[in-house]
């Protein structure tokens, strides 16, 4: 009952219902690898939105889901990062959220999230 299941690929075409998910279950986790190099730049937005709209920031962790080619890596994080600037901007600009809040949110979701998860 307490190990934790992370959901992989952003659960992706289901990214609403794994961030519900993840905000019913205390031990279920996000991953939001595939997105990042299978989708257009609008799925990749709409994919991060679903996913921060209902799961607790504390959940969502960023992958890129690269294999084998390096520069894959490189596409990932370059596309993921970008993204996920330009959603959390477009809260900021909705009212949402502080400037402050996107930044701790984005740093959570890059790098601290996972450090937690997985004990590193």
Same mark, same amino acid.
């Given at each position: 009952? !307490? %190990?934790?299941? /992370?959901?992989?690929? %952003?659960?992706?075409?289901?990214?609403? #219902? %794994?961030?519900?998910?993840?905000? *019913?279950?205390?031990? *279920?986790?996000?991953?939001?690898?595939? /997105?990042?190099?299978?989708?257009?730049?609008?799925?990749?937005?709409? +994919?991060?939105?679903?996913?921060? #709209?209902?799961?607790?920031?504390?959940?969502?962790?960023?992958?890129?889901? +690269? @294999?084998?080619?390096?520069?894959?890596?490189?596409?990932? *994080?370059?596309? $993921?990062?970008?993204?996920?600037?330009? *959603? &959390?901007? !477009?809260?900021?600009?909705?009212?949402?959220?502080?400037? #402050?809040? +996107?930044? @701790?949110? $984005? @740093?959570?979701?890059?790098?601290?999230? %996972?450090?937690? &998860?997985?004990?590193?």
């Amino acid at each position: 009952n !307490d %190990a934790p299941v /992370v959901l992989l690929h %952003a659960s992706y075409p289901y990214t609403r #219902e %794994a961030s519900y998910l993840a905000s *019913v279950y205390d031990n *279920v986790y996000l991953d939001c690898g595939l /997105v990042q190099l299978c989708a257009s730049k609008s799925g990749i937005k709409q +994919a991060y939105k679903s996913l921060l #709209e209902l799961a607790p920031m504390s959940k969502i962790m960023f992958s890129t889901d +690269a @294999s084998q080619i390096p520069e894959l890596f490189f596409i990932g *994080v370059k596309r $993921g990062i970008e993204n996920l600037a330009d *959603v &959390l901007d !477009d809260l900021i600009q909705d009212g949402d959220l502080t400037l #402050e809040e +996107a930044k @701790s949110i $984005g @740093s959570k979701i890059l790098n601290e999230n %996972a450090k937690l &998860l997985y004990s590193l």
